[in-house]
């Protein structure tokens, strides 16, 4: 049965969310176990799947019998192997810790809620592990349309800024398909590594170098890397909060491993990292990005639209660290999607946590929380030290390697952006533990007198704290064991000619 | 002269497509009326739709359906002889997709309208200023 | 803003006209995509799966793959639209709307007010103004059963002719949605209520991936039909092309009642009554 791990991490989901619309309309408290139980079982065959790629290097499985460029095929590999892993149980831990939140919110939508939820599942855990390109943008829109789906929902302006997302989402996937389409017309194929074993023949072509630009431009658009982040701020405060905090974590860093399995695997490093000035260049748009989503975090009053900011400037981490092109920056890329996986869950959960107990999420409100929900601000001092990059937590080490890099490869503008948005981020999220920690709960002025009740201990349900503190010591573990990772997986996720 | 003129011939399929994919691109930057930048949204995507269907097409060839008879009896297939069935096959997926955006856009676009009462981005803009 | 757009999408325009210089000819039988994939689809499909119409054999088995997540791709779009729209709730009011179908003469009947004795001479309607046009009422009649016989037709001659499960599910799709324009939505509502059309795409897109993972359980790799030969009692060849016929069936299937569903969602913007 374990040869079939590659079909069960997605079609097991998929099934899964034909029942739960089913069960939708007959018994909605199923919804939530089914849910559970298909993404358990996701996540368990992600994980057999990682082992067998550590001890075969590749996992290759065929769909409908039919061998590569003719039929679609998989192929788990050491880079995909982890982010498997990262995002199946990002998805389980999610829907375990929002359960309560969803019954709230969602009272007469849990069916639909948690179908699309198993879908956008499915389209990310798709676009993870697929090998072929175009079976990528299928799986590209189904996450796409059911992230706009749950966005939608949202408070306030939630429709508005989800329909923005769609125009922006659109032109992105429709960009990805029209490189693929410049690919095909060059090469004939549409799977990845035949793609790539034909292009060596064609690099000088300049049909293969506008493919490579106009892919890029519609993955730099879907993973919002600035100037094209305009879609992400307004889509990600006004979400829905058990739908952010599984859309935030997945769908930017799925789309940067998206960039480097495109990059690495199908226009090989040879061609990608050809000229010096190019990747210079993208390295400075990253810088770029780091510096103006710093600064615009800085200036905003509620707590997902700083994060939703941070992410940006962590994009432009992750971009700049693969196109320093060298071994070190290139792990810090990969180490940091995993890592800023875990921590922007880690943050947004929280977030979650504060609007189930607190009417709103601006800093007003944040007053008082540490003695009102200690765990879960706990939680968030973790996360934050993380993003800040404080050891042993492990923003710290994948930051420590795009340091590194960017120090081999002479790029001192990048060092210098890491180390500001570091500082940044000091500050930002020491503003936040301020206002928690010292100010007293709820407006002395104007109420009069404080409520001594308000005051009291009132943290999220235990159903959503418990999956919280194990993602909390998931930060430190995944910090502790960054040696390990690195070189057990990552190191070989890297192909032969970089140094 | 002649160069130009064969590349005209030999390429201008393409130059429709790109004409038609900038006219959406153009509704979508430019227009203020969300239902015009759907509509901008929809042609970009027929446009690389129409581009997929062109890398299809094969001189002297027919459409991929191979004749056969209950007494004809099976003869040898050319692959010249028939237009490759592969972006047809693709497109038809990305149709599917289009149509899907399409309409999760406009349920969009009606929650917009139940909200604001309006689709036109700034008397939108200008509501959530005021707010 | 529209000259500044107008420029931007000029230069990009002629950016990408300069990238198709060096594209192989339109219909050049030598390029790239005419040698390398496509002539084994062209001369292998007919050993292969015994399916003349290569694009629905590559649609449904060599890409088979791809078309079960374009069904779930509009799976998804129907309960995006379900969960974006549908007002669970519906609105009471006080009264009750009826119009005498032979007259087109409306009744509004307060609460506690007696309601008319037989259905068939009465109709309940729900806006004041429903339209109601006896021409285009028996036009609709008269043609959407001939439009589903043509629908059954497409998805069931895929194999040999133009068509399949999409065209055909769309064409059937369509034909509920002239029933509902040409008479109104309520009385859709009654022929193909939303549970059933619900029920429906849910057993398409079940067709789909229930084959696929009975391939699984037959001991061969996900979607590989040749594995129904067991139970279908036939050679493999034939059993994938009745494999492609079953899951054309259920794309069908799903693709009509989502059609349906995105059709009632966005006509009445969710609320199932007469919207437009």
Redesign the interface.
């Known amino acids: 049965m374990s040869q079939h791990f590659p079909a069960f991490i997605i079609v097991i989901p998929l099934i899964a969310a034909f029942f739960i619309f089913t069960a939708g309309w007959l018994k909605r408290t199923y919804c939530f176990y089914i849910a559970a139980v298909a993404l358990a079982i996701s996540l368990f065959s992600s994980f057999g799947l990682l082992l067998q790629v550590l001890q075969n290097k590749v996992v290759v499985y065929h769909f409908g019998g039919w061998s590569p460029p003719w039929g679609i095929a998989y192929r788990v590999d050491y880079l995909n192997g982890i982010v498997l892993v990262v995002s199946a149980a990002i998805a389980f831990l999610n829907l375990i810790a929002t359960k309560k939140s969803v019954e709230k919110e969602f009272i007469e939508r849990v069916g639909p809620f948690y179908a699309l939820y198993v879908l956008f599942v499915t389209g990310t855990m798709g676009i993870v592990v697929t090998g072929d390109a175009f079976n990528l943008y299928v799986l590209l829109e189904i996450a796409s349309l059911t992230g706009y789906a749950l966005i939608g929902m949202g408070t306030e302006h939630a429709a508005l800024a989800s329909l923005n997302y769609v125009f922006m989402g659109t032109i992105g996937a429709s960009f990805y398909l029209l490189g693929i389409g410049y690919l095909y017309i060059a090469t004939g194929s549409l799977n990845m590594f035949d793609i790539a074993s034909i292009l060596p023949n064609i690099f000088q072509s300049n049909v293969v170098l506008f493919a490579f630009v106009i892919c890029l431009t519609g993955l730099f658009i879907k993973m919002a890397l600035f100037p094209m982040h305009t879609w992400l701020p307004n889509a990600y405060t006004y979400s829905p909060s058990p739908a952010i905090s599984l859309i935030a974590p997945l769908t930017t860093k799925v789309m940067v491993y998206v960039m480097i399995r495109i990059l690495l695997s199908v226009f090989t490093p040879s061609f990608s990292f050809k000229s010096m000035a190019v990747n210079t260049s993208f390295v400075w748009l990253a810088v770029i990005a780091i510096v103006v989503g710093s600064i615009l975090a800085l200036s905003q009053q509620s707590l997902k639209r700083m994060l939703s900011y941070v992410m940006i400037a962590e994009i432009g981490y992750m971009v700049g660290g693969f196109w320093l092109a060298n071994r070190a920056g290139i792990t810090g890329a990969i180490l940091h999607i995993i890592n800023d996986a875990a921590m922007t869950l880690c943050v947004f959960l929280v977030a979650g946590n504060i609007l189930y107990r607190v009417p709103g999420d601006s800093f007003d409100n944040l007053k008082g929380l540490f003695r009102k929900m200690p765990f879960s601000m706990g939680a968030f001092v973790v996360g934050a030290l993380s993003i800040i990059g404080v050891p042993p937590t492990c923003g710290f080490f994948s930051k420590w390697y795009l340091i590194t890099g960017g120090i081999a490869a002479g790029h001192y503008g990048f060092v210098a952006a890491l180390l500001f948005s570091s500082l940044v981020n000091v500050v930002l999220f020491f503003r936040i533990f301020e206002i928690g920690y010292f100010e007293p709960f709820g407006d002395l002025h104007i109420s009069g007198s404080m409520d001594e009740e308000e005051k009291t201990f009132d943290d999220a349900p235990l159903g959503m704290l418990v999956p919280l503190m194990i993602v909390a010591a998931g930060l430190i573990a995944l910090g502790i064991y960054t040696d390990t990772l690195v070189t057990k997986v990552i190191q070989f996720a890297i192909p032969g000619g970089i140094s | 002269m002649v160069d130009l003129l064969t590349i005209i011939i030999s390429k201008y399929n393409y130059w429709g497509y790109i004409v038609l994919m900038m006219i959406g691109l153009y509704a979508m930057i430019v227009k203020k009326n969300l239902v015009k930048k759907i509509i901008g949204m929809s042609i970009f995507q027929t446009a690389i739709i129409f581009f997929y269907v062109s890398i299809g097409m094969k001189k002297n060839a027919t459409i991929p359906i191979i004749s056969h008879g209950h007494d004809g009896g099976e003869h040898a297939v050319h692959a010249v002889d028939f237009i490759n069935p592969l972006p047809h096959v693709l497109m038809l997926t990305a149709i599917v997709v289009s149509v899907a955006t399409l309409g999760v856009a406009l349920a969009l676009a009606i929650k917009v309208y139940q909200q604001y009462n309006s689709l036109e981005e700034d008397e939108i803009d200008s509501q959530i200023k005021v707010k | 803003?529209?000259w500044f757009?107008?420029i931007?999408?000029?230069l990009?325009?002629s950016l990408?006209?300069y990238?198709?210089?060096?594209?192989?000819?339109?219909?050049?039988?030598l390029?790239?995509?005419?040698?390398?994939?496509?002539?084994?689809?062209?001369?292998k499909?007919?050993e292969d799966t015994s399916v003349?119409?290569?694009?629905t054999a590559?649609?449904a088995?060599?890409?088979?793959?791809?078309?079960?997540?374009?069904t779930?791709?509009?799976?998804?779009?129907?309960?995006?639209?379900?969960?974006?729209?549908?007002q669970?709730?519906r609105k009471k009011t006080d009264f009750r709307l009826y119009r005498h179908t032979a007259t087109g003469i409306t009744f509004r009947i307060e609460k506690g007010g007696k309601l008319p004795p037989t259905a068939k001479e009465f109709e309940r309607i729900d806006g004041l103004w429903t339209p109601y046009d006896l021409i285009i009422k028996t036009t609709g009649r008269f043609i959407i059963p001939f439009i589903q016989i043509f629908a059954l037709y497409v998805i069931a001659h895929g194999h040999?002719?133009?068509g399949g499960g999409?065209q055909g599910g769309v064409i059937l799709g369509a034909s509920f949605v002239l029933f509902a324009i040409s008479h109104d939505l309520r009385s859709a509502l009654n022929r193909m209520s939303e549970?059933l059309t619900?029920?429906f795409y849910?057993l398409g897109?079940?067709i789909y991936?229930?084959t696929?993972?009975l391939c699984?359980l037959l001991g061969?790799?996900?979607?590989?039909?040749?594995a129904l030969a067991t139970i279908l009692f036939v050679d493999p060849v034939t059993a994938r092309s009745h494999g492609i016929l079953i899951v054309e069936i259920g794309v069908g299937i799903a693709?009509m009642a989502v059609m349906v569903i995105?059709y009632y969602?966005?006509v009445s913007?969710?609320k199932f009554d007469e919207g437009l």
Do not use: Q
């Not at chain 3, 003349?52 to 694009?55: A, F, L, T």
């Not at chain 3, 088995?61 to 374009?70: A, H, Q």
């Not at chain 3, 779930?72 to 549908?86: D, E, H, K, P, T």
């Open positions: 803003m529209k757009g107008f931007a999408v000029f990009c325009g990408f006209i990238g198709t210089v060096e594209f192989p000819g339109w219909g050049d039988p390029s790239p995509t005419s040698t390398h994939v496509s002539p084994y689809y062209i001369e499909t007919m003349p119409n290569i694009v590559v649609l088995d060599y890409r088979g793959y791809d078309t079960m997540f374009e779930a791709v509009i799976f998804s779009a129907g309960i995006a639209c379900l969960f974006l729209l549908r669970m709730k040999h002719s133009p999409f549970k619900a029920f849910t897109v079940y991936a229930g696929g993972a699984i061969a790799n996900f979607l590989d039909y040749s693709v995105l969602n966005l913007a969710g």
